[in-house]
C-alpha cells in the first residue's frame, strides 16, 4: 500500500525557518498536502501543491516538491510559538482514489 | 460560512457497547470522508461518500464499523459492540468534488472504550 513518511519530531528557535519533510511511494499522487493539527484541534488545511509543480509559496510558507525523488518539505520562516503543531502531509492519488494518505506526523515545537 | 462539525466532541463507553458519531459537512459539499486517528498516528481513511454513489467501505476495520448518509447532509458513523483497539478521535472532512478536493476537517469525536 501507500506509505508516507515523517520524521517524528522537530524543534527549532523562535524566528528560525522550520522545514518539515516527507516522502512518499507512489508516483501516481496528484495533489500533496500540509496539514495542521494543534492540541485538541482538527485538521486546518496549510496548503497543498499539484504534482506537476515543483514550488508553491504562501506567506511565510515554502512547500518545494522533488517528484523524482518523492520527496515534498514545508518551509516555515520567521517560525513563532504558534507555529507550535503536528503537521502532516497527507497525498491523493491519480483518477479512482477516494481518500488521503497521510503520514504519522511531525510535532514542531518552537523555543522561544 | 460555518466548518465541518462532529458531535459528540468526546465519547467514553464501556466495551461492549455501540456508539454512534455524527458529522454534519459543510453545505454544498458533495463528498464525505471519515478517518481515525489513534494516539501518536497519522490518520487512517475509514469510508467515503459522494453524492448518492454507493460509499468507498474499503477502509473499515470490521463489520462492526457502519456508516449512513442521506444525500448530501449529515452522516453517522457507527460502532458496535465497542472494543478497547477502538479508542481514537474519529475525524470528519467534506470537500466540494472528489477531484479537486481539498477536505476540510471537523474537530473529531475523541472516542474512549473503557
Known amino acids: 500500500g501507500e506509505d508516507v513518511e515523517q520524521s517524528l519530531f522537530l524543534s527549532v528557535r523562535e524566528g528560525d525557518s522550520s522545514v518539515i519533510n516527507c516522502t512518499y511511494t507512489?508516483?501516481?499522487?496528484?495533489?500533496l498536502y500540509w496539514y495542521k493539527q494543534e492540541p485538541g484541534a482538527g485538521l486546518q488545511l496549510l496548503t497543498y501543491?499539484?504534482?506537476?509543480?515543483d514550488m508553491k509559496q504562501d506567506q511565510r510558507l515554502t512547500v518545494l516538491l522533488n517528484k523524482k525523488d518523492k520527496h515534498l518539505s514545508l518551509r516555515i520562516a520567521d517560525t513563532q510559538t504558534g507555529d507550535s503543531a503536528i503537521y502532516f502531509c497527507?497525498?491523493?492519488?491519480?483518477?479512482?482514489?477516494?481518500?488521503?494518505?497521510f503520514g504519522t506526523g511531525t510535532r514542531l515545537t518552537v523555543i522561544p | 460560512g460555518a466548518g465541518v462539525s462532529q458531535s459528540p466532541s468526546n465519547k467514553v463507553t464501556e466495551k461492549g457497547k455501540d456508539v454512534e458519531l455524527r458529522c454534519d459537512p459543510i453545505?454544498?459539499?458533495?463528498?464525505l470522508y471519515w478517518y481515525r486517528q489513534r494516539l501518536g498516528q497519522g490518520l487512517e481513511f475509514l469510508i467515503y461518500?459522494?453524492?448518492?454513489?454507493?460509499?468507498?467501505k474499503s477502509g473499515l476495520p470490521s463489520d462492526r464499523f457502519s456508516a449512513e448518509r442521506t444525500g448530501e447532509s449529515v452522516s453517522t458513523l457507527t460502532i458496535q459492540r465497542t472494543q478497547q483497539e477502538d479508542s481514537a478521535v474519529y475525524l470528519c472532512?467534506?470537500?466540494?468534488?472528489?477531484?479537486?478536493?481539498?477536505?476540510?476537517f471537523g474537530p473529531g469525536t475523541r472516542l474512549t472504550v473503557l
Open positions: 497527507a497525498e491523493k492519488m491519480g483518477t479512482g482514489a477516494n481518500n488521503l494518505f
Open positions: 453545505s454544498g459539499h458533495t463528498a
Open positions: 501543491i499539484f504534482s506537476n509543480m
Open positions: 461518500f459522494q453524492g448518492n454513489s454507493a460509499p468507498d
Open positions: 472532512a467534506s470537500s466540494f468534488t472528489r477531484d479537486t478536493d481539498t477536505q476540510y
Open positions: 507512489d508516483s501516481s499522487s496528484t495533489y
